[in-house]
Each structure stands twice: as C-alpha cells, then as structure tokens.
C-alpha cells in the first residue's frame, strides 16, 4: 500500500460550501481509490475562522478584545480540531455551536494561527493559516514649524510613518513612498491639527502654528483690580504711548480664583468667580487704541475660589489630595484648598475654556501661570485621574489641547514657568522641552531674589541681576533651539531683600538681550514700574 499524502490545491479538493452532486463524486472517487489499495488523503479548504482574518493589522484594543472561533459543525466536532499560534498548542474549548480557539495575550508583532483537522468527508483533512499583526505603536508624525513671512498661504510640511494615512483639519493629504507631505492653508487660519492614522487605527495628532514666532513684546503686569484704578492704568499707558512698552499684560483669572471680567463661562459664574472688575472687550479696546496688545494671564491651577467649591460639592477629584485623601496644602504656603487638579477633566476645561473666551474678547495672547504641580514631595499628593501618565506628561498635553481648543482665533499661547525648570523639569512638572512644543512662548520667572545661593555659580543672585538672569536664560535657549517658540522671561521690577532701582532692571533686560531675547514682562505686584530702566521700543 503507498503511503497516504497530502495534496494542496488538488482538483479534487472541496470544502462546505460544494454542491451536494459534486460532493457524492468526490466521495465516489475516494471511496473508489480506497478500494484499489491507494491511500490518499486530500486538503480540503478548511471550516473558516470567524473573528480573525487573514492579514488583518491589530490595535491594542482589538488585540485585547479580539476572540476566534470555529463553527462546530463545519470543524468536524471538538475533538477533531488542533490549532497553534506561533508554533505553540491553544486550547480549542466547546462554546454551543462554536469552537472558540483561546488565543493567549497577543503582544506586539506578526502572529501565525493554524487550525488543522479531519474532515468529515472520507480520506480528508484540512488545514487552515491566518496571519495577522498586532500594531500598538502610534504612528512616526513630524512637522516643520512653518516660515512665515508675508500675508500669502503658509506651507505645511512634514513625515509620517509610510503605512499612516494624514489629514490635515480633517482634509486628508496626499503621503509620498517616504511618507513626506505638504499642505498649503490660509494665513490667518492660526492653527491646524495635522493626525496620523496607520493601518491598525493607531493616530498621532500636533497642532501646529501657522503664525510663525511671536513677534517682540515688551509688557509690564496689572491685576484686573488694578485695571480698575485710574493712576495704575495711567502710568501703564502712558510708557505704552511713550513707546517703552507694547505690550499691556492684564489678569483675567488670578491667584484667588477670581476672573476679573463678567464671564460667561458656566462653571465661572456658577461658583461665582465672575467678578466683572473690568469690561473685557472696553479694556482690550483702550490698550489697543493706545497702541498696544493685550496679554491674558490665566492663573491655572492654583485656585482656591474652585477649589473650595469643589471640595464643599463632594467633586475630590478636582483636587490635588494626599495619599490620605485630604487636600493637599500646597506645600504648606498656598492654603489647605489652594491648588485644583490639573489631571481632572472638569479642571482642565474650565481653564481652557476661559482661554478661549479671552481669546474671543479680543485679548491678543493667552499667558497661563501655575500650571504647575505644587511643590513639595510628589510622594505626598495624588492626582485623580491622571492614570499612567507623569505629571509633566499631563501638563503638557493640557496646554496643547488648549492650543487645540482655541482653534482659529488668532491669539498666542504662552507658558509661565519656574526658572529652574530648564534643569529640573519634574521638580514642579514643567517640561521646557516638551512645552516648546506645544506652546508660541515661554516665559520663565527669572526674578534674580528667587534664586538660591550659589546658583548657577553666582554667590548672591539677589544681587547680581545680570549674571543670573544671563546664565539661566542660556538654559531656556538651548531647549527652545530648533523650535520657532520663543522665550519671553518675567523680569523682577520690585525690591525683595536688594533694593531694585532702573539699573537692576535695565541689567535684567541686558542679559535677555545677551541671548537675543528681545521680548519681557516686567512684574510687579503694585504695577509702578520703573519707566527709567526702559528704552524706546525701535522697529524690527
């Protein structure tokens, strides 16, 4: 007798779905071959594996959730069914009229599942492969930021990985071999969401400016309850007219919570936050008219006005807690109910929804401060919801879905940051290499009374303007490098310890300049600021 054999893609071979005559003559032609001593064997297509097809591309959610199966009946029963997956033996278990094949946790890569069995037709067997890769990794997307240098369209241009697929604001864009494209979109569209979508459904997104950099400004702070008083708003005017200013930095939500305009978003007015100390579009028109722009500072995360109305509602999570579960007092200077929950849905909102609101009312930049952790041992706080991401990763991805959120209104989006963040980005979770990405500006606190001793070499910062401000700087510059986001440093116009008079300020604006820094906010707490430490702005 010879020995049995298989033979794929026989004329002979069959599957479920042949005709009932065609069947009866295979079976004849079978049972013939048997009788004259051959002993053949013959590869039937197989019963079809549901659930998992040939060359299908996994996420990680589908690859968690996928399940493959057998219909029983077209299987040949249970126990006729052997299957593998990558060489190795899976159980095949009896689910009613299925065989479900109990796929082991698929990890990341190519995978190859054989289902193997007798078939119920005499002297057949099947044998069926499916292939298939599992793809968690989002998709490679790098953007040029765009030159801009005129009123024409701006040019998009970037790479994605090759197997991705790119729309630009949900237009999508023809993709090179190499996975180059380019795009052009209107001046004055602001910014566009460029996403990467590969074949497993993976997406990468960046919002992108198309403003090019922040041109100078040179800006000095006032509260919104200083707006308010005739003398601070006059002197401020009067260096925007006398050219030594060009920028006018006005709060709209400060320290305590408080927005200074009637605002009208929800969670503002329904915690009672809307204090209406000034009328927001009447201001933004005055500096205008004085020949200014109007920087937006939101103070972020520190706010105790939400805080506290979170905490009296029983909504904890919107507040930074202890491992205990109690709120966290700020690191011990800030208050019990200071600091809000950056990683909280809610939180994360509300701020960006009064940025766009600024950015609707005209204000020309949205200037965010304390967005931040408190400072103190990470090991001490908790922050609801922010899962398996750092707290820099969460600061991060919230100033960019605030850059997102503002969409097509023109203003510019900057980050207030500690100074020792260019070297230390997980001290209060302020990652300047990450910001710069996300952000049109940073402006790091650079005040020389807020260093410690030695400090960049320098013995007494306090009382050597230039040489801190100078050295810090450098470290903000070198993370900026590459990037069209610029760095507008928080200069110190007040006196804390050293007596700060027009040349301590003038030296600070020098070591900015000795890093062609160009732009600053002055800050003082009381805005009387020093008109004789500035020069006369000259056109660029």
Do not use: C
Not at 315 to 339: N, R
Not at 445 to 453: A, E, I, K, L, T
């Amino acid at each position: 007798m010879m020995a049995p054999r298989h033979i794929s893609h026989s004329p002979y071979s069959y599957g479920p779905r042949r005709s009932p005559a065609r069947r009866r003559a295979l079976i004849a032609t079978a049972g013939a071959l048997a009788l004259a001593g051959v002993g053949w064997t013959f590869l039937t297509s197989g019963p079809g594996v549901h659930g998992l097809s040939d060359g299908s591309v996994l996420d990680g959610r589908k690859a968690a959730q996928v399940t493959a199966y057998l219909d029983t009946e077209a299987a040949g029963g249970h126990d006729n069914v052997r299957a593998t997956l990558d060489g190795a033996a899976i159980p095949v278990t009896a689910a009613g009229p299925r065989l479900k094949l109990a796929l082991p946790r698929l990890t990341e890569g190519r995978h190859t599942l054989v289902v193997e069995g007798d078939s119920s037709i005499p002297f057949a067997s099947y044998r069926e492969v499916v292939g298939f890769t599992v793809d968690t990794t989002a998709p490679a997307l790098k953007v040029v930021d765009p030159e801009v240098k005129n009123a024409g369209p701006v040019t998009i241009a970037g790479k994605a990985g090759t197997d991705a697929k790119v729309s630009v604001d949900g237009k999508v864009v023809s993709v090179d071999k190499s996975g180059a494209f380019t795009i052009t979109v209107p001046r004055g569209t602001s910014v566009v969401k460029v996403t990467a979508v590969d074949r497993a459904g993976n997406t990468t997104t960046k919002a992108v400016s198309t403003r090019g950099r922040r041109p100078m400004i040179r800006a000095a702070h006032i509260t919104a309850i200083g707006w308010g008083n005739d003398t601070l708003r006059g002197n401020i005017l009067a260096l925007v007219r006398s050219g030594k200013l060009n920028a006018v930095q006005l709060d709209v939500k400060d320290e305590d919570g408080e927005v200074g305009y009637a605002s009208q978003v929800p969670l503002a007015r329904q915690i009672g936050a809307a204090k209406g100390y000034y009328d927001a579009r009447k201001a933004v028109a005055e500096i205008h008219a004085a020949g200014a722009q109007v920087i937006g500072r939101i103070v972020a995360f520190r706010d105790p006005k939400l805080a506290t109305a979170a905490w009296k509602a029983g909504k904890k999570d919107q507040v930074v807690l202890t491992p205990a579960g109690e709120p966290y007092a700020g690191g011990g200077h800030y208050g019990k109910l200071a600091f809000t929950n950056f990683a909280d849905r809610t939180v994360r909102k509300y701020n960006q929804d009064l940025a766009v609101e600024a950015a609707s009312l005209g204000f020309d930049d949205i200037l965010y401060d304390y967005v931040r952790r408190p400072d103190g041992p990470l090991s001490k706080m908790r922050f609801p919801g922010i899962g398996s991401a750092t707290p820099e990763q969460s600061i991060t991805s919230f100033v960019a879905d605030t850059r997102t959120a503002m969409g097509s209104h023109p203003a510019y989006l900057g980050v207030s940051v500690f100074g020792i963040a260019a070297t230390r980005p997980t001290e209060i979770a302020q990652d300047i290499a990450a910001l710069v990405k996300v952000s049109d500006y940073i402006a790091p606190m650079v005040y020389p009374s807020h260093w410690g001793p030695g400090e960049y070499g320098v013995a007494n910062p306090d009382t050597a303007p230039y040489a801190i401000v100078q050295r810090s700087l450098a470290d903000f510059a070198r993370q900026a490098k590459g990037t069209q986001t610029e760095i507008v440093p928080w200069l110190q116009d007040f006196s804390m310890g050293s007596t700060y008079g027009p040349a301590q300020v003038a030296e600070q604006i020098k070591a900015a300049a000795a890093n062609k820094m160009n732009s600053f906010i002055l800050w003082n707490a009381g805005a009387r600021y020093q008109g004789a430490a500035l020069q006369q702005i000259v056109a660029r």
